[in-house]
């Protein structure tokens, strides 16, 4: 495995795993600056992604993936409401629309298997709680800035909605963790709790599932959101 430092991106996580394509090609987990101070977390949290994959049989080792026709689709559906809401913008209204497509399918696809695994760091490794409950804190205190209300004039309503609505969840349930209400009362009080609620409490209550269920509970959400088409399931296999 190796560890490699990358800029921040749009989406905003500290860390992510990529997966080799050939039997040469390491597994690589790649953190941001601002992450150094949570590495052992995050590599922890990282690693625990790919145990969960590769303890699957092979042809049920299936990721998130965006066809260009899902993309295509996607981004003709959204661009409108993006120039309605931005106007002018010195990128085409697609290419914005795609961010956001990325971006919901990041959510709904990778928060069950996030939350579950944040679940098993916490009651399985206790010398990691503290600067695991500092990283989630200091993730959550950034995603309730999407609540603003200049975010919410310039986002696309649909977006705007789904976005929060998993964001309520996420924060709900670590609020459930972490044993603090008040980390969710931003989504409760902007009217998204009893959304958030919902679905964190299907997580919860199968909170230590392998990661079929984490697929399973990712369907159902993009079912709620009628987003099942945003994209498909693929295998992960080498190409040798």
């Known amino acids: 495995m190796v560890l490699r430092y990358r800029r921040p991106d749009i989406h905003g996580s500290y ?6 394509q050939d039997d040469d090609e390491p597994h690589t ?8 101070p949570a590495l052992d977390y995050l590599v922890s949290h990282e690693c625990l992604h790919a145990l969960r994959l590769f303890a699957q049989p092979e042809d049920e080792r299936l ?14 559906a959204l661009a409108p409401s993006v120039w309605q809401r931005c106007g002018d913008l010195p990128v085409p209204s697609e290419e914005i629309a795609a961010v956001y497509h990325a971006g919901i399918v990041g959510q709904v696809a990778n928060f069950p298997s996030d939350l579950r695994i944040e679940t098993s760091l916490f009651e399985g490794y206790p010398d990691l709680r503290p600067v695991q409950e500092a990283t989630l804190r200091a993730n959550i205190a950034e995603l309730v800035l999407g609540l603003h209300k200049e975010v919410q004039k310039v986002t696309p309503p649909f977006v705007f909605r789904v976005q929060n609505a998993l964001n309520s969840a996420y ?19 902007a009217g998204f709790g009893r ?11 199968t909170r230590f599932a392998d990661y079929r269920r984490d697929r399973r509970d990712t369907e159902s959400w993009t079912r709620k959101f ?15």
């Open 15 to 20: 860390a992510h795993i990529t997966y080799p």
């Open 29 to 36: 987990i790649f953190i941001i600056p601002q992450g150094l």
């Open 63 to 76: 990721m998130a993936f965006i066809g260009p026709e899902q993309q295509n689709q996607v981004t003709r």
């Open 171 to 189: 924060c709900t349930f670590i609020a459930r963790l972490l044993g603090d209400a008040a980390l969710a009362q931003p989504y409760r009080q």
């Open 195 to 205: 959304i958030g609620a919902e679905l964190a409490d299907q997580l919860w209550n």
């Open 226 to 240: 009628g987003i099942e088409r945003w994209f498909t399931w693929m295998p992960y296999r080498l190409k040798g």
